[in-house]
């Protein structure tokens, strides 16, 4: 385990780039759900605004 | 007819519908290649001869650049099918495709340089490769703030389509950058037409990582798209369904 961690010597290069490519794949998930349900709610609060409207001309 | 599904694609109901049952069948595919790619890459891969482990930052670097080139290539045809048809569901393709981009075109560029400093002996140099590669994040950056800078989301698209399209060619510099002139990166290892120059063992968990990557912008790009369709429709009864269904 030690030796494998330690990745030869190449440790402080090999894991800090494996760590930044897993946060960013993280965050992408993250920013990709949030973004969808940013939508979701814009799209839930016009129709809201539409039935209100059609309320008062009616 | 034969153009129907093109017509369909065009729809944006039946996108915004597709994308969600598309989804889970690039996301589950992925997490297995990748965590499989992983294995194979970190464990079972010999150590380069040369490079001892160090080399294993390759399987995080190339399928991070391989995805800067791709997600961009993808950016600029749904964005040229977007001003030549007029096509919404291309445009939000486009706009979906961008952040993605920008975050791995980041990535390759920040595992290269930890790459190059045992290697080369240096985190940064002005060589082709790595300064195409700078401009393309370049590139995603002002696309995003171009689109972020227009209020009107039809101008926004019909601009920030032009800037993906025009920027298309650093996509070829880039990749040809290490075979026209002397470069401090190396030449394609895998992307070839010879035999790649690579055992098995160290060349199929790449390939997973490829795929696994590969997979996972599919998976992202259809969770993004949906968000972008409804972002583009107002008054459109289908959105009920869509939001409340």
Redesign the interface.
């Given at each position: 385990m030690k030796e494998?961690l330690d990745?030869?010597?190449?440790a402080a290069?090999?894991w800090?780039?494996?760590l930044?490519?897993f946060a960013?794949?993280g965050?992408?998930?993250a920013?990709?759900?949030r973004?969808?349900a940013?939508?979701?709610r814009?799209?839930?609060r016009?129709?809201q605004t539409?039935v209100q409207l059609r309320k008062e001309a009616a | 007819m034969a153009w129907t599904w093109f017509h369909r694609l065009a729809s944006p109901p039946h996108v915004y519908a597709l994308a969600a049952r598309l989804t889970p069948w690039f996301a589950w595919p992925a997490a297995v290649c990748i965590v499989a790619g992983l294995y194979g890459g970190?464990?079972l891969a010999p150590?380069d001869y040369q490079q001892?482990?160090?080399f294993?930052?390759m399987y995080?670097?190339v399928p991070?650049a391989w995805m800067s080139l791709m997600v961009y290539t993808t950016m600029a045809v749904a964005a040229a099918i977007g001003l030549i048809w007029r096509m919404k569901v291309a445009h939000a393709v486009a706009a979906s495709c961008a952040?993605?981009g920008a975050?791995?075109t980041?990535?390759a560029l920040?595992?290269g340089s930890?790459?190059g400093?045992?290697m080369w002996g240096t985190y940064w140099e002005w060589d082709p490769r790595l300064t195409s590669e700078l401009i393309l994040l370049f590139l995603y950056l002002g696309y995003i703030g171009l689109r972020a800078g227009i209020e009107d989301p039809q101008r926004a698209d019909r601009a920030s389509a032009l800037l993906a399209v025009v920027g298309i060619v650093n996509v070829p510099i880039i990749h040809y950058s290490v075979v026209w002139r002397n470069s401090l990166h190396q030449a394609p290892s895998v992307m070839r037409l010879a035999k790649p120059a690579m055992p098995l063992s160290m060349l199929t968990p790449l390939l997973l990582m490829l795929l696994g990557f590969t997979l996972?912008f599919g998976a992202?790009l259809l969770?993004?798209l949906?968000?972008?369709v409804?972002?583009r429709?107002?008054?459109a009864s289908w959105?009920?369904e869509?939001?409340?269904g």
């Open positions: 494998f990745m030869g010597g190449y290069f090999v800090p780039a494996y930044i490519t960013v794949v965050l992408n998930i920013w990709a759900r973004a969808l940013r939508s979701q814009d799209a839930r016009r129709l539409q | 970190l464990v150590p001892g482990d160090g294993r930052i995080v670097h991070s952040p993605i975050s791995f980041f990535v920040v595992t930890l790459w400093e045992p996972l992202l969770v993004r949906r968000g972008e409804l972002a429709e107002r008054t959105i009920r869509a939001v409340e």
